[in-house]
């Protein structure tokens, strides 16, 4: 025993009372190293160890807002400069739509690197082969005593005087620890070779089967396998190889009119009134999709100032005389069907908020080609 080197000097109490007593006991004999180790929570012994606050949340701080940083610095790069997307006229860097994804890498780095750090900076790389493992002193403290444990790396650790003092202040079985004997392992001993080359068999071996075999027998292929055509795959069924196909020819999806003068002229357009009674509501739902699918081309006042930075060729306004004087039905047909290098928007929008746009963009016109009696307010 004398050749083996010292870890610490343990002592067993019976009590939470013994166990915090004890512990201010030692914090007044100006001991600094040392642990306690109960079988539960104990309620300020913290307090009684002289445990300041911890600065974990500090890194944990850290770590949260350099993850933010660096997802809305990656989100920009890419959205902005490296593969930027013209969407409606918006900016290339709209961060409201990358909140989300930068809560959740801030979330993702604080939690990962919170834990990371503990491991390295507070617990030092914990060791399996730690001296308390194994010893009398553990098994009793995890079972339904109380320690206490001084280290024999305290400047004050004297084993005699360590001894005295725990026996002093209550404790029992005040016992020495020591450092386990190291065993060196040779890396090249033909049982370990062969061991790591068994392991490594077993498991590529297994791995191969799972993946290759048993995911492909019933019932743990899960209906992968089946006969379905999936989106973008070629097909052998049909004579042009392609496995998405187009509706049928003049089919009506339920609920849908279809636009009656699709491709026409407005010239063929009948007159048609607006169906949608002029009412506060409407005018809103035709604000609503106005500013969403036409302000970023015809400006948000009709006038035909676009957003889109010379991307497109502006619009001509719509409170010009021939706008203003079309019927609704044609205003309508512009949307539905398109013009020049406007695109139609009837798969944008149904049939009701193409009419209430229409209600939306009179009340524009109206607003700012006032009559008469709009100035005198009759």
Same mark, same amino acid.
Request: with cysteine; charged share 20%; glycine share 8%.
């Given at each position: 025993?004398?050749?083996?080197?010292?870890?610490?000097?343990?002592?067993?109490?019976?009590?939470?009372?013994?166990?915090?007593?004890?512990?201010?006991?030692?914090?007044?004999?100006?001991?600094?190293?040392?642990?306690?180790?109960?079988?539960?929570?104990?309620?300020?012994?913290?307090?009684?160890?002289?445990?300041?606050?911890?600065?974990?949340?500090?890194?944990?701080?850290?770590?949260?807002?350099?993850?933010?940083?660096?997802?809305?610095?990656?989100?920009?790069? $890419?959205?902005? #400069?490296? @593969? &930027?997307?013209?969407?409606?006229?918006? %900016? !290339?860097?709209?961060?409201?739509?990358?909140?989300? *994804?930068?809560?959740?890498?801030?979330?993702?780095?604080?939690?990962?690197?919170?834990?990371?750090?503990?491991?390295?900076?507070?617990?030092?790389?914990?060791?399996?082969?730690?001296?308390?493992?194994?010893?009398?002193?553990?098994?009793?403290?995890?079972?339904?005593?109380?320690?206490?444990?001084?280290?024999?790396?305290?400047?004050?650790?004297?084993?005699?005087?360590?001894?005295?003092?725990?026996?002093?202040?209550?404790?029992?079985? $005040?016992?020495? #620890?020591? @450092? &386990?004997?190291?065993?060196?392992?040779? %890396? !090249?001993?033909?049982?370990?070779?062969?061991?790591? *080359?068994?392991?490594?068999?077993?498991?590529?071996?297994?791995?191969?089967?799972?993946?290759?075999?048993?995911?492909?027998?019933?019932?743990?292929?899960?209906?992968?396998?089946?006969?379905?055509?999936?989106?973008?795959?070629?097909?052998?069924?049909?004579?042009?190889?392609?496995?998405?196909?187009?509706?049928?020819?003049?089919?009506?999806?339920?609920?849908?009119?279809?636009?009656?003068?699709?491709?026409?002229?407005?010239?063929?357009?009948?007159?048609?009134?607006?169906?949608?009674?002029?009412?506060?509501?409407?005018?809103?739902?035709?604000?609503?999709?106005?500013?969403?699918?036409?302000?970023?081309?015809?400006?948000?006042?009709?006038?035909?100032?676009?957003?889109?930075?010379?991307?497109?060729?502006?619009?001509?306004?719509?409170?010009?005389?021939?706008?203003?004087?079309?019927?609704?039905?044609?205003?309508?047909?512009?949307?539905?069907?398109?013009?020049?290098?406007?695109?139609?928007?009837?798969?944008?929008?149904?049939?009701?908020?193409?009419?209430?746009?229409?209600?939306?963009?009179?009340?524009?016109?109206?607003?700012?080609?006032?009559?008469?009696?709009?100035?005198?307010?009759?």
């Amino acid at each position: 025993m004398e050749n083996k080197m010292i870890h610490s000097v343990t002592a067993i109490f019976n009590t939470p009372d013994e166990i915090i007593h004890a512990s201010k006991e030692t914090v007044k004999a100006g001991y600094k190293k040392f642990d306690t180790n109960t079988p539960y929570p104990v309620h300020g012994i913290e307090k009684a160890m002289g445990i300041g606050s911890s600065y974990l949340g500090f890194f944990t701080l850290f770590l949260g807002l350099s993850g933010a940083a660096f997802a809305l610095a990656f989100i920009y790069w $890419v959205a902005a #400069i490296d @593969y &930027p997307l013209i969407i409606g006229g918006k %900016p !290339f860097f709209s961060w409201p739509a990358f909140v989300p *994804v930068t809560f959740e890498v801030t979330v993702l780095s604080a939690a990962v690197g919170t834990v990371l750090t503990m491991i390295t900076l507070f617990f030092k790389f914990p060791n399996n082969s730690h001296a308390l493992h194994d010893t009398t002193y553990m098994k009793k403290v995890s079972s339904d005593k109380y320690g206490l444990c001084i280290v024999s790396i305290d400047k004050n650790f004297e084993e005699s005087k360590v001894k005295a003092f725990l026996s002093s202040i209550g404790g029992k079985d $005040v016992e020495t #620890i020591y @450092y &386990p004997e190291k065993k060196a392992i040779n %890396p !090249f001993d033909p049982k370990f070779i062969m061991l790591l *080359v068994f392991v490594a068999l077993v498991v590529s071996g297994g791995t191969y089967f799972m993946l290759n075999k048993l995911l492909f027998m019933e019932p743990f292929t899960w209906m992968a396998i089946q006969d379905r055509l999936d989106p973008q795959s070629n097909s052998v069924m049909f004579a042009d190889g392609y496995g998405m196909r187009l509706p049928v020819e003049g089919t009506v999806a339920r609920g849908h009119l279809p636009y009656e003068f699709k491709g026409m002229n407005d010239s063929a357009v009948k007159v048609i009134p607006n169906p949608l009674i002029f009412s506060k509501e409407v005018v809103a739902k035709g604000k609503e999709k106005y500013n969403t699918f036409c302000s970023p081309c015809h400006g948000y006042y009709g006038k035909g100032d676009s957003r889109m930075n010379g991307q497109f060729p502006n619009p001509p306004t719509l409170h010009s005389d021939k706008v203003r004087n079309w019927q609704d039905a044609n205003v309508y047909h512009v949307i539905f069907n398109g013009q020049n290098a406007m695109p139609s928007y009837a798969k944008q929008l149904s049939t009701e908020e193409g009419w209430s746009i229409v209600h939306y963009i009179r009340v524009l016109q109206r607003s700012q080609n006032a009559l008469d009696i709009d100035v005198e307010g009759k």
